[in-house]
Nanobody
Framework: QVQLVESGGGLVQAGGSLRLSCAASGRTFSFYGMGWFRQAPGKEREFVSAINWSGVTTRYATAVKGRFTISRDSAKNTVYLQMSSLKPEDTAVYYC?????????????????WGQGTQVTVSS
């Protein structure tokens, strides 16, 4: 089992920045690829970004490329999502997830464990 706890969400004005954190506990963090997904009201959960087990390869959704940066710190068992130049359309609940494929998969169903989510609201 892997337990994931997100933090860092909040209310920010358009153009601002936030950093989300996801603290992992349980099985060895470094064995897992990690991803961020988001879900806006009335919409499907969608892929945002992912990083493989070693932190070498990353992947981003087109909508966030160039604005968001994913990283991981194995010493702290934590994955981060630095979000900059935020837009109102980034408003959603953001979820952290872990995949035993150890890859930077963008496929939701590859992920075995999920956090409870953290709300990000971007005002215009």
């Amino acid at each position: 089992q892997v337990q994931l706890v997100e933090s860092g969400g909040g209310l920010v004005q358009a153009g601002g920045s936030l950093r989300l954190s996801c603290a992992a506990s349980g099985r060895t963090f470094s064995f897992y690829g990690m991803g961020w997904f988001r879900q806006a009201p009335g919409k499907e959960r969608e892929f945002v970004s992912a990083i493989n087990w070693s932190g070498v390869t990353t992947r981003y959704a087109t909508a966030v490329k160039g604005r968001f940066t994913i990283s991981r710190d194995s010493a702290k068992n934590t994955v981060y999502l630095q979000m900059s130049s935020l837009k109102p359309e980034d408003t959603a609940v953001y979820y952290c997830a872990a995949t035993s494929t150890a890859t930077n998969s963008a496929v939701r169903y590859d992920y075995d464990y999920w956090g409870q989510g953290t709300q990000v609201t971007v005002s215009s």
